[in-house]
Nanobody, 122 residues
Framework: QVQVVESGGGLVQAGESLRLSCAAAGRIYSINAMGWYRQAPGKQRELVATITRGGTTNYADSAKGRFTVSRGNAENTVFLQMNTLKPEDTAAYYC????????????????WGPGTQVTVSS
């Protein structure tokens, strides 16, 4: 199985920055893409940013210009640098590892972390 774990959430004031980290652990052969999603109370989970194994990134309009997604030296890690945070960025942030191929299987699956809370006060 695969374990996906996020870290780096917290409480900050508007205009400040946070850096989220995520790592996927297990007998992983490769991961097609990793990314970040968020869910605010009463709202559906939405895309924040993703990055493919080849480095192609995709951002929600709300994240463009303020957030940067990147992968670590280890293929199974991903980061989200969030600058100029706004109160509307308050949400639980979830890391996703998509297209995960295990060393012992032929198929690919998607895995989610438990989430990390980001709260931005005005």
């Amino acid at each position: 199985q695969v374990q996906v774990v996020e870290s780096g959430g917290g409480l900050v004031q508007a205009g400040e920055s946070l850096r989220l980290s995520c790592a996927a652990a297990g007998r992983i052969y490769s991961i097609n893409a990793m990314g970040w999603y968020r869910q605010a109370p009463g709202k559906q989970r939405e895309l924040v940013a993703t990055i493919t194994r080849g480095g192609t990134t995709n951002y929600a309009d709300s994240a463009k210009g303020r957030f940067t997604v990147s992968r670590g030296n280890a293929e199974n890690t991903v980061f989200l640098q969030m600058n100029t945070l706004k109160p509307e960025d308050t949400a639980a942030y979830y890391c996703n590892a998509d297209g995960v191929k295990m060393t012992y299987s032929v198929g690919r699956s998607s895995y989610w972390g438990p989430g990390t809370q980001v709260t931005v006060s005005s």
